[in-house]
Nanobody
Framework: QVQLVESGGGLVQAGGSLRLSCAAS????????MGWFRQAPRKEREFVAA????????YYADSVKGRCTISRDNAKNTVYLHMNSLKPEDTAVYYC?????????????????WGQGTQVTVSS
């Protein structure tokens, strides 16, 4: 059974930092792009960041560019999202996803495995 399990979420003050982790099991994803998405209350799920299969190419949403870094460790079958200078508007459930293909994309429909999400709450 393929699983993506996110961890590292929590409550943090504005300006703080968090590192989210996503551990995959059931198969390896070293030939797949990985991504992070988020969904805030009463809003649609939105793209946050993506990384290609080798970790050599990344994409970020404009809203997090310069504050977030996506990385991966294929030996550990894990992808990370480092978030700095957090803002209250970053409050959301953050989801990890594995893509169909090697190359990083921003469209959620190009990702076929999803985790259950981890809550990030940023207080002002």
């Amino acid at each position: 059974q393929v699983q993506l399990v996110e961890s590292g979420g929590g409550l943090v003050q504005a300006g703080g930092s968090l590192r989210l982790s996503c551990a995959a099991s059931g198969r390896t994803f070293d030939n797949n792009a990985m991504g992070w998405f988020r969904q805030a209350p009463r809003k649609e799920r939105e793209f946050v960041a993506a990384i290609n299969w080798r970790g050599s190419s990344t994409y970020y949403a404009d809203s997090v560019k310069g504050r977030c870094t996506i990385s991966r460790d294929n030996a550990k079958n894990t992808v990370y999202l480092h978030m700095n200078s957090l803002k209250p508007e970053d409050t959301a459930v953050y989801y990890c996803a594995a893509g169909h293909y090697r190359y990083a994309v921003t469209d959620a429909s190009e990702f076929n495995y999803w985790g259950q999400g981890t809550q990030v709450t940023v207080s002002s």
